[in-house]
């Protein structure tokens, strides 16, 4: 208030007329409401600190939940893997076994029917060789 009076006052003493003096200083007073004084802006800037913090707290919290259940994730897919190595080793030996059997039986009518055969060719060869 005190400085609405003393701008009235500062317009009254280089002639403005008393209406456009009054006019001036109400239109700067309600410009005035508008603004904002040092300790509005020292409590802005508290509370945004505040609430700075708090996100940050917040933030901080997420990351770790999140950071605990990635580690989770990972030793559940470490698992599955693992599992999953288990199976494929166990129908890797599966099929060793089965070829392991298929070699046996290829030997097998190797012998059966190879030697017989061979047998015949001998003797033929021999009934040629001594005819």
């Given at each position: 208030?005190?400085?609405?009076?003393?701008?009235?006052?500062?317009?009254?003493?280089?002639?403005?007329?008393?209406?456009?003096?009054?006019?001036?200083?109400?239109?700067?007073?309600?410009?005035?409401?508008?603004?904002?004084?040092?300790?509005?802006?020292?409590?802005?800037?508290?509370?945004?600190?505040?609430?700075?913090?708090?996100?940050?707290?917040?933030?901080?919290?997420?990351?770790?939940?999140?950071?605990?259940?990635?580690?989770?994730?990972?030793?559940?897919?470490?698992?599955?893997?693992?599992?999953q190595a288990s199976q494929f080793q166990?129908?890797?030996s599966k099929l060793e076994s089965g070829?392991?059997?298929?070699?046996?039986?290829?030997?097998?009518?190797?012998?059966?029917?190879?030697?017989?055969?061979?047998?015949?060719?001998?003797?033929?060869?021999?009934?040629?060789?001594?005819?």
């Open positions: 208030m005190k400085i609405s009076l003393a701008l009235y006052d500062a317009l009254t003493s280089i002639s403005v007329p008393n209406k456009t003096a009054k006019a001036a200083v109400n239109a700067w007073e309600d410009d005035v409401k508008h603004f904002a004084s040092k300790a509005d802006l020292e409590r802005t800037e508290s509370h945004l600190k505040d609430s700075i913090a708090a996100l940050r707290t917040d933030l901080s919290a997420l990351i770790k939940d999140q950071g605990v259940a990635i580690r989770e994730q990972g030793v559940e897919f470490r698992a599955l893997v693992e599992s166990g129908a890797i070829m392991t059997l298929l070699r046996w039986q290829f030997w097998l009518l190797v012998i059966c029917f190879g030697f017989p055969i061979i047998k015949n060719l001998y003797e033929i060869y021999g009934s040629v060789i001594s005819s």
